[in-house]
């Protein structure tokens, strides 16, 4: 399995000082901002080095990724799981073990 990185495509131009601006053409109010698309990556798992692991070795991403999607907001906001609270999202040291070892 692969870890799951979401980037979100916003429908705003760049200035040449980098700036974001949203385009007043066609907008009534120019102080929304709206999104176009997510682009979904999924990156491999390696040891981290997070030191608020207190047992056994964090769990990190690498670099690397593979398959990438595109899908809208839209999609992406009707299809996602459930959001997870803070409590749901530890992985305990025995499942961060065997996650590992299938990776190498």
Same mark, same amino acid.
């Given at each position: 399995?692969? /870890?799951? !990185?979401?980037?979100?495509e916003?429908c705003?131009e760049?200035?040449?000082?980098? /700036?974001?601006?949203?385009?007043?053409?066609?907008h009534? !109010?120019p102080k929304?901002?709206?999104?176009k698309?997510i682009?979904?990556?999924?990156?491999?798992r390696?040891?981290?080095d !997070?030191?608020s692991?207190?047992?056994?070795?964090?769990?990190?991403?690498g670099?690397?990724y593979?398959?990438?999607?595109?899908?809208?907001?839209?999609q992406y906001?009707g299809?996602r799981? /459930?959001?997870? !609270?803070?409590?749901q999202?530890?992985?305990p040291q025995r499942?961060?073990?065997e996650?590992?070892?299938e990776?190498w």
């Amino acid at each position: 399995d692969s /870890i799951t !990185n979401i980037h979100v495509e916003n429908c705003c131009e760049q200035d040449r000082r980098g /700036i974001l601006k949203k385009s007043l053409i066609g907008h009534p !109010n120019p102080k929304s901002v709206s999104f176009k698309n997510i682009s979904i990556r999924e990156y491999v798992r390696i040891v981290g080095d !997070n030191p608020s692991c207190s047992n056994g070795s964090p769990v990190s991403i690498g670099w690397i990724y593979g398959n990438t999607a595109v899908t809208t907001v839209d999609q992406y906001e009707g299809n996602r799981p /459930i959001r997870r !609270n803070s409590f749901q999202m530890v992985i305990p040291q025995r499942i961060r073990q065997e996650m590992l070892m299938e990776e190498w």
